[in-house]
């Protein structure tokens, strides 16, 4: 192949709901002898635009983002890759996603107050607010720090998660479109996993790729963190099937998941999938 992979294409930052700054998540990747990774914040291309700078001899950087969509069948997470950050559809993107997730912001604050009589001091809504992406683990971070949670888990799992938002998704085929137009490859993040801990398998996975793979989605992430070997097996079959692309990331947030960087299960592989070859290549990566 010419050159040795180590990959992770799936880890976020302080952008969104990560630990990591980008600066540090890059000093990390080399850390962890990492060359080839991309940083795929939620609803956010912040990262793309700083990550680059710091990328030096030995590491190829693929631009990311992963997006939250739903429609009536469901939750999928979208991952966009190879895209231009500054293109008018990824930012008509990026600003969906990223309004949608303030609203719930506020409204789960709301609800937390209205229901268990929760509150935090105005300067700390104000910094919760001020962050780039805020999401549940913020808010479970604060009601921690205040005495309302044992755990950030417990603060989401037990009152943050009461709060539903079935309208407040992007759907599924407008973020592959946007993608697609932006110029990048649309993927499905850890497609074994739904809502909660919903999983989905069999007949039901494939109904969900071929509705998918109508609206344009090119891969699926087959490699991760959380996958059995089983998990990565079926899932490998149905790249081939469907003839998409194949993926590997550990979904690494740092203090916030206890996720290794580089966990992708790609280890135990034989050898580097064609079809993940593929899509590096697709990206830009010369393997030869």
Request: hydrophobic share 35%.
């Amino acid at each position: 192949m010419g050159i040795s992979l180590k990959i992770d294409l799936h880890m976020h930052t302080t952008v969104s709901d990560g630990t990591d700054t980008p600066e540090e998540i890059v000093a990390r990747v080399r850390e962890a002898g990492i060359n080839v990774f991309s940083v795929t914040d939620h609803d956010a291309v912040k990262a793309c635009r700083i990550i680059p700078a710091l990328v030096g001899e030995g590491l190829f950087y693929v631009t990311g983002a992963e997006f939250s969509t739903r429609d009536e069948a469901g939750k999928y997470h979208i991952l966009g890759y190879g895209f231009d950050p500054d293109s008018a559809p990824i930012r008509e993107l990026t600003e969906t996603g990223h309004g949608n997730r303030m609203k719930k912001v506020r409204a789960r604050l709301d609800f937390l107050k209205e229901e268990f009589g929760f509150v935090f001091p105005e300067n700390e809504i104000e910094k919760l607010l001020a962050q780039d992406n805020p999401g549940k683990p913020h808010i479970g971070n604060l009601m921690v720090k205040y005495g309302y949670a044992e755990t950030k888990r417990k603060a989401i799992e037990e009152y943050i998660n009461r709060r539903h938002f079935a309208s407040e998704y992007i759907r599924p085929e407008y973020a592959i479109e946007r993608i697609l137009a932006g110029g990048g490859v649309p993927v499905l993040a850890h497609p074994t996993y739904g809502d909660g801990d919903q999983l989905i398998l069999g007949e039901e996975m494939e109904g969900r790729l071929k509705k998918l793979a109508g609206f344009g989605l090119q891969g699926v992430e087959c490699f991760y963190s959380g996958f059995s070997p089983r998990m990565t097996r079926d899932m490998l079959a149905f790249a081939e099937r469907f003839g998409f692309y194949v993926t590997a990331g550990s979904d690494y947030h740092g203090a916030n998941k206890m996720v290794v960087l580089g966990d992708t299960g790609l280890d135990l592989a034989d050898e580097t999938p064609e079809r993940l070859k593929s899509f590096l290549e697709r990206c830009g990566l010369r393997l030869s």
